[in-house]
Antibody, heavy 117, light 116 residues
């Protein structure tokens, strides 16, 4: 079965950096695009970034463009999110999710990122 | 880019039916919408995709037959029949929008369903 396990969350000061990882299993990782989606405490879902199956194209929400970088290592079945210049408003649970033709069809359990001094 | 609008809350009695609505902004009546269920403290779970012709593709893993969808105009509906306690969740709708070299995925604000 599809499994997506995020790691790398934690507490970071404003202006700091953090790298999230997502270990994927149960499907052919190199054949599917992948997303990062976040959810601030008590709020709705916000799409963050998407990367195509081969890493050829990457797309970002305006709120993170220029600060976050999505990447993948298909040899390790792993998705990444490098987050720089973090702000208090980036505090959220970050979910790794699998894409299927524009639908987000599987989600991880999330990792919490807290930006606070 | 489409904007998706959901009422913040809904409620229904155990064993009854409820219909949740996701409304697309004007000009996006041909868009398909994805429904997601999020139980308290858990990650979201894909329910199914809906267009104006009804369900698109197959339901998500383990989604019971009690869940169905319809689409009409700018509205995309998720109906849950014979509501169970386990259906008490937040329900989110979402849609992808690709334009040329751009891509975004938009979510509605979510509807909190309370089972009475």
């Amino acid at each position: 079965q599809v499994q997506l396990v995020e790691s790398g969350g934690g507490v970071v000061q404003p202006g700091g950096s953090l790298r999230l990882s997502c270990a994927a299993s149960g499907f052919t990782f190199s054949s599917y695009g992948m997303h990062w989606v976040r959810q601030a405490p008590g709020k709705g879902l916000e799409w963050v970034a998407f990367i195509r199956y081969d890493g050829s194209n990457k797309y970002y929400a305006d709120s993170v463009k220029g600060r976050f970088t999505i990447s993948r290592d298909n040899s390790k079945n792993t998705l990444y999110l490098q987050m720089n210049s973090l702000r208090a408003e980036d505090t959220a649970v970050y979910y790794c999710a699998k894409d299927r033709a524009g639908t987000v069809d599987y989600w991880g359990q999330g990792t919490l990122v807290t930006v606070s001094s | 880019q489409p904007v998706l609008t959901q009422p913040p809350s809904a409620s229904a009695s155990l064993g009854a039916s409820v219909t949740l609505t996701c409304t697309l902004s004007s000009g996006y009546s041909n868009y398909k919408v994805d429904w997601y269920q999020q139980r308290p403290g858990k990650g979201p779970r894909f329910v199914m995709r809906v267009g104006t012709g009804g369900i698109v593709g197959s339901k998500g893993d383990g989604i019971p037959d009690r869940f169905s969808v319809l689409g009409s105009g700018l509205n995309r509906y998720l109906t849950i029949k014979n509501i169970q306690e386990e259906d008490e969740s937040d329900y989110h709708c979402g849609a992808d929008h690709g334009s040329g070299s751009n891509f975004v995925y938009r979510f509605g604000g979510g509807t909190k369903l309370t089972v009475l």
